[in-house]
């Protein structure tokens, strides 16, 4: 009797928890239709995706062995939120990489080269070096670089000109703010470089005049087409290095904690609010260009998240074509943050993908090959 009594009641505690875990993925993989001004909290949902998706998989094949018509509510839910499902675990065994391309086809470069390691260029002045040979190593026909410091005066670390030469690129837009300025000697801001004649450049600005409330495009003479290439990088967390101890380290005292979570809460909610409005500012921008668009940047949130799903809405995310895994594309926190993307619109087939997995900046540099389709001008 009292085997039984417990018996039901872990049954019933399991089943609750199924439940539970069910509710808050299909809440997390609908995020999109929820403004982060009035619900910016179930933003937190999208970076627990993953983990939500392996534990209704647990569930689904605990239920399946003990033979439960409840192994159905996770199938379900799952069949249900397959979109979101498969931008995080796209549906491919393995993720091939040809350095060389194919003929016709276009390479793309996205990176956050985090500074190109001025920070440390006295303890570690080899990194900047190896960035340049892993970025000639591929070749990219078109690279889109994020959080670039650099600068056109001599006596700078990070010289300009040097850069461009190390990187045989022909043409490139490097876009700034002044105000931004890194010191005296450095712009701090992104660049797009391209081995094809770029024939328009424009820096785009989005009041309050905030760094991440600019993004770049460029229009690129692609053989007979044209095609828009925007270089994004959406507003980030801004965790110290306090922040980031508390999120890796549970042993801090109770009154540091305090301070922290609420330090934390606050920059998440922040950055999901102003993520959304640099989204919707950016899909509005891309919506009237008036040629074939891709997409790169840092978006510091993850897939199924608002910022994702608006600005990737109807175009093809190069991890979920032609990638395997999580590739994550941030060093840390959590193995789930995928928060880079190469986007290009239906105009294009994308037929490889790869993520580089040599930590050389805080982010890892993705790269895809495109293939513009039979007409895209």
């Known amino acids: 009797m009292q085997k039984s009594f417990w018996r039901r009641l872990a049954h019933n505690f399991l089943f609750v928890t199924n439940c539970i875990i069910a ?7 609908n995020v999109k239709y929820f403004n982060p001004a009035n619900w910016w909290f179930l933003g ?12 209704l998989v647990i569930f689904f094949f605990f239920w399946l062995i003990k033979k439960s018509f409840w192994c159905s509510l ?16 796209p549906v491919h065994f393995s993720s091939s990489f040809s350095i060389e391309e194919k003929p016709g086809s276009i390479r793309v470069m996205s990176w956050n ?3 190109f390691n001025i920070l440390h260029h006295k303890d ?8 340049f040979d892993l970025i000639n190593k591929y070749d990219p026909d078109i690279a889109c670089f994020q959080e670039v410091v650099a600068g056109d005066k001599k ?14 690129f022909v043409d490139y837009f490097y876009s700034y703010s002044l105000r931004d300025d890194f010191d005296r000697d450095h712009h701090f801001g992104r660049i797009i470089f391209s081995k094809l004649p770029i024939i328009n450049k424009q820096a785009v600005i989005n009041y309050p005049n905030d760094y991440n409330a600019t993004f770049q495009y460029v229009d690129i003479l692609a053989g007979s087409d044209t095609i828009r290439v925007y270089n994004i990088h959406l507003q980030s967390l801004k965790f110290t290095k ?7 380290n549970a042993n801090l005292n109770p009154d540091s904690s305090l301070i922290e979570s609420k330090s934390i809460i606050s920059k998440i909610r922040t950055g999901y609010i102003k993520r959304s409005i640099q989204a919707s500012f950016i899909k509005d921008e891309i919506n009237h260009s008036p040629y074939p668009v891709v997409v790169c940047g840092d978006f510091n949130d993850v897939p199924n998240s608002y910022a994702y799903e608006t600005i990737g809405a109807g175009l093809q995310n190069a991890f979920v074509k032609k990638g395997a895994g999580i590739a994550r594309t941030f060093s840390t926190i959590s193995p789930t943050l995928r928060i880079d993307n190469i986007f290009a619109d239906q105009n294009f087939t ?3 993908f790869t993520r580089v997995n040599k930590l050389l900046s805080d982010h890892f540099p993705i790269i895809a090959d495109i293939i513009p389709n039979q007409k895209t001008k």
């Not at 509710?23 to 993989?29: D, K, N, Q, R, T």
């Not at 006596?155 to 045989?168: M, S, T, V």
């Open 23 to 29: 509710v808050l993925f299909f809440a997390g993989a």
């Open 44 to 55: 937190l949902l999208t970076l627990l995706l993953a983990y939500l998706i392996v534990a």
């Open 74 to 89: 996770s199938l379900i839910t799952l069949i249900v939120g397959w979109h979101a499902v498969i931008n995080i675990f």
């Open 113 to 115: 080269v985090e500074q």
């Open 124 to 131: 570690h002045p080899e990194i900047k070096q190896e960035m």
């Open 155 to 168: 006596k700078g670390i990070n010289y300009f000109p040097d850069i461009q030469k190390a990187l045989r």
């Open 242 to 248: 306090a922040n980031l101890n508390y999120l890796d």
């Open 350 to 352: 994308i037929t490889q």
